[in-house]
């Protein structure tokens, strides 16, 4: 773990509380807590607008999310299926730019859960890795998944990421080797289990082989495992989050966002609550935001503001 | 002259450039396959007797070296040109496909897919699948599904399925896209035929040494015809294929290597000279020059030629351009469709649109080479497939349209 209590304290001025590490680590030991996997739906910055993203991470974090994944458009997404590549041309078309991304993320991640950026790896190069990194950390972000960089080729820019605090989060595939997931066993933040061979999208029905796969990563791995990938309503949610310590939902809910362009923040806190009420264990009820337990949790493991 | 390393490394690299820049998913299926190519096509004497075999009896091969006196003429300088184009299926493509095809069979997988832009690559890749009983689906653009139809209804002859691709613009980038989707997806039972010198290592490399055997027969040939070796070697670049094919074999040689791509419009202008103008990124697996915003979206690209139609560009082609062991320039459309002219009327060769542009870059430096040493131009294409195309441009702009 490189996030050191100093290296915290070091960075706590810069973002709303502790450091990537920590506050990845708090949404999951929340979640563990109220003994049920920690919910993380994404969303497309810029869709339907970029004024929409602050409410709509607001919505998702009162309607229980513990953590939101924010994906960065890009104009070839191959390891999207077709909901997510349109609404990210969708937002390139709307006049997206990412220089105007890390000030809505800023105004936003003050009062919304712990949030993970999803890009692809060329804008990070263009924009300049060092940049990307410096003004996503300023803006309160927590990690990134970078879905076209595998382990083999993240070396540099998980280092980079790790000086910030900032997790780059490693995956791991159906097809993954033993060999993989012992490299990825221990670490920060979490591993992001990808479900199924395939891009992202919605699927009608949960493959068999996800529970199993996920428990041959419970298996091997030591920090949180996260699944995504066609996970897409609320009973393969609970089903699949009875199995792993996270749960990533993306194209089912931007599907419901472009069925309520209008409000995209309604579209979000309605789902994201639908999926959440599946997830809490059966003698459970949830009354109390998982927002307040992650900043309980926050306080609990490392200094707050 | 520069000196080339030993390129790749273990690592995919290029100098800095190439890697594996694709999902984690596909990573095991591309260690299968770097170990695969190795095995069979490195170490196998038994897999190349039967490459050499079918590239003998099946594509044609070798392709003749033809001296082009005319074109000599005009130019100053005597010109060679490799005539991939009288290769089955038309261009130079074929002798890619073939092999990754018949690895694809050794490695037990029953399912081709490719893409393609013009068309070309997805032929040849129906044209192996049907030669060796694969089943093979091509994924192509709608753009291109519309203005290459011929090529379409050629591919569903040889019995394979074309998947029209709707997302991004519609072109060669957003088939390829959909091509590692698929491959992604079925990565288990299907093997992905890439059509140039791109994508994640260890196809750049792959597709390079089946390609060279462009460059090893004009090395021989041109020893035999002219006694020497040439002082040029002049190639077409889109993704860079037939240029890196007959590139590698001088690589250790005094010979100056020319790339020549599509400056379309004009470099100011819509165009595809990703190594002329454009800037370092990722795209479609390997690390490389693209066209790009400032902020790393990929640009489409614009030429009047298909194959020359793509934003990106094979990593070793950027290996060789920063250390300078190749020079990389630019033709656009109209001297790309004069040179089409003139190599039609001059030595009764109708060349591809992708090809003009090499022959139109020996053109513009008439009087300008040393009069004793030869040039290769590589012809990598017939031009039969852009007739109608040229027509209806030459039409339009007589009718005082635009063309273009």
Redesign the interface.
Same mark, same amino acid.
């Not at chain 2, 890697?19 to 299926?29: C, F, H, N, Q, S």
């Given at each position: 773990m490189k996030g050191t209590k100093g290296s915290e304290r070091r960075e706590a001025p810069k973002t709303t509380a502790s450091s990537g590490t920590a506050r990845i680590a708090a949404a999951f030991a929340s979640a563990r807590a109220g003994k049920r996997a920690a919910l993380m739906p994404y969303v497309t910055a810029g869709y339907p607008t970029l004024a929409s993203l602050g409410p709509q991470l607001r919505a998702a974090g009162r309607a229980g999310a513990d953590l939101v994944e924010v994906g960065v458009p890009f104009s070839d997404p191959l390891a999207d299926g077709p909901v997510v590549q349109q609404a990210a041309e969708e937002a390139l078309r709307g006049g997206y730019r990412l220089g105007e991304l890390f000030s809505a993320i800023r105004e936003a991640a003050r009062d919304a859960p712990p949030l993970v950026l999803l890009t692809y790896i060329n804008p990070v190069l263009a924009y300049g890795a060092e940049r990307f990194l410096d003004e996503a950390r300023d803006a309160g972000v927590t990690g990134l998944i970078v879905p076209d960089l595998p382990l083999v080729e993240s070396g540099a820019l998980g280092r980079a990421a790790a000086r910030r605090d900032l997790v780059l989060v490693p995956m791991a595939a159906p097809t993954s080797t033993d060999a993989h997931l012992a490299a990825v066993a221990e670490g920060p933040g979490f591993v992001y289990g990808v479900s199924v061979t395939g891009v992202t999208g919605v699927r009608e029905r949960l493959d068999p082989e996800v529970l199993a796969f996920a428990d041959r990563l419970k298996a091997k791995i030591r920090r949180p495992v996260a699944i995504g990938f066609g996970i897409s309503t609320p009973n393969q949610a609970r089903e699949v989050g009875a199995r792993a310590d996270g749960v990533i939902i993306g194209s089912a809910l931007v599907r419901a966002i472009g069925q309520r362009l209008s409000c995209p923040e309604a579209a979000v806190e309605e789902f994201v609550a639908r999926i959440r009420q599946a997830m809490e264990p059966d003698d459970a009820t949830p009354t109390r935001s998982v927002f307040d337990n992650r900043r309980i949790a926050a306080g609990e493991e490392g200094p707050e503001r | 002259m520069t000196r080339v390393a030993r390129v790749p490394d273990r /690592?995919g690299r290029f100098g800095r450039f190439g890697? =594996?820049?694709? !999902?984690? %998913? #596909?990573? !095991?299926?591309l260690v299968e396959l770097e170990r695969a190519y190795q095995e069979v096509v490195v170490h196998d004497p038994a897999f190349t007797r039967e490459l050499r075999g079918l590239l003998r009896d099946y594509v044609g091969r070798p392709s003749p070296l033809t001296y082009a006196a005319r074109i000599s003429d005009v130019v100053g300088a005597p010109v060679y040109l490799k005539r991939e184009d009288l290769n089955h299926t038309g261009a130079h493509k074929i002798n890619n496909t073939l092999g990754q095809a018949l690895l694809a069979r050794r490695m037990g997988k029953t399912r081709l897919i490719a893409e393609t832009g013009a068309g070309q690559h997805g032929v040849a890749t129906a044209t192996v699948a049907a030669l060796l009983g694969m089943r093979a689906e091509v994924y192509m653009g709608q753009v291109d599904v519309e203005r290459q139809a011929l090529n379409v209804y050629r591919m569903n002859l040889l019995g394979a399925a074309v998947h029209p691709v709707t997302?991004?613009t519609a072109t060669l980038? $957003?088939a390829t @896209?959909e091509a590692?989707?698929d491959w992604? %997806? @079925?990565? =288990?039972d299907t093997y992905y035929i890439i059509g140039s010198v791109v994508g994640p290592h260890p196809y750049p490399a792959m597709v390079r040494d089946f390609q060279s055997v462009i460059g090893q027969e004009a090395r021989r040939q041109i020893t035999k015809m002219a006694g020497r070796l040439p002082g040029m070697a002049v190639a077409p670049v889109g993704g860079g294929s037939n240029a890196m094919g007959l590139f590698y074999p001088f690589r250790h040689d005094p010979v100056d290597l020319v790339g020549v791509e599509a400056a379309g419009e004009g470099l100011q202008g819509r165009h595809a000279a990703s190594l002329v103008r454009g =800037? !370092?990124?990722? #795209? /479609?697996?390997a690390f490389s020059y693209l066209l +790009? %915003? $400032?902020?790393? +979206?990929?640009l489409p690209a614009h030429s009047v030629s298909a194959g020359l139609d793509y934003p990106g560009v094979g990593p070793e082609h950027a290996y060789y351009r920063e250390t300078g062991r190749a020079r990389y320039e630019a033709i656009t459309d109209a001297e790309a469709l004069e040179a089409f002219h003139r190599l039609s009327e001059l030595e009764g060769i109708i060349p591809a649109l992708e090809s003009a542009h090499a022959v139109a870059w020996v053109l513009k430096q008439a009087g300008r080479l040393p009069v004793d040493a030869p040039v290769i131009i590589n012809l990598s294409g017939r031009g039969d497939k852009d007739v109608d195309q040229v027509a209806a441009l030459e039409r339009r702009a007589r009718s005082g349209e635009v063309g273009g």
């Open positions: - | /690592h890697g =594996r820049y694709v !999902p984690e %998913t #596909l990573i !095991p299926a997302g991004g980038k $957003d @896209n590692i989707r992604v %997806t @079925n990565v =288990r =800037r !370092p990124g990722v #795209l /479609h697996g +790009q %915003t $400032d902020e790393g +979206q990929v």
